[in-house]
Nanobody, 116 residues
């Protein structure tokens, strides 16, 4: 069974930075495209960044130039470096496979709160 454990969230002032981590177990991590998603109160969960099994990254327009996704296949971990944070980035952040039909259960996520 796949297990996703996110960490690294917190409270930060606008303009600050955070680095999120997600450890994936139960699958051959290196074979999967991975994504970071977020869900703000009252909004649908959205994909903000994805990285292919080969390391190619893509981003939502709202975070392009501020967020960087990376992966360490030796550690079965995907990261999200978030810089120049804005109050609009406040959400619970989750990782999962980057796929139209997600097959894995969601983890508990990690809360990111950006104060103005």
């Amino acid at each position: 069974q796949v297990r996703l454990v996110e960490s690294g969230g917190g409270l930060v002032q606008a303009g600050g930075s955070l680095r999120l981590s997600c450890v994936v177990s139960g699958v051959s991590f290196s074979l999967y495209n991975m994504g970071w998603y977020r869900q703000a109160p009252g909004k649908r969960r959205e994909l903000v960044a994805g990285i292919t099994d080969g390391g190619m990254a893509n981003y939502a327009d709202s975070v392009k130039g501020r967020f960087t996704i990376s992966r360490d296949n030796a550690r079965d971990t995907v990261y999200l470096q978030m810089n120049t944070l804005k109050p609009g980035d406040t959400a619970i952040y989750y990782c999962n496979e980057d796929r139209a039909q997600i097959r894995w259960n969601w983890g508990q996520g990690t809360q990111v709160t950006v104060s103005s």
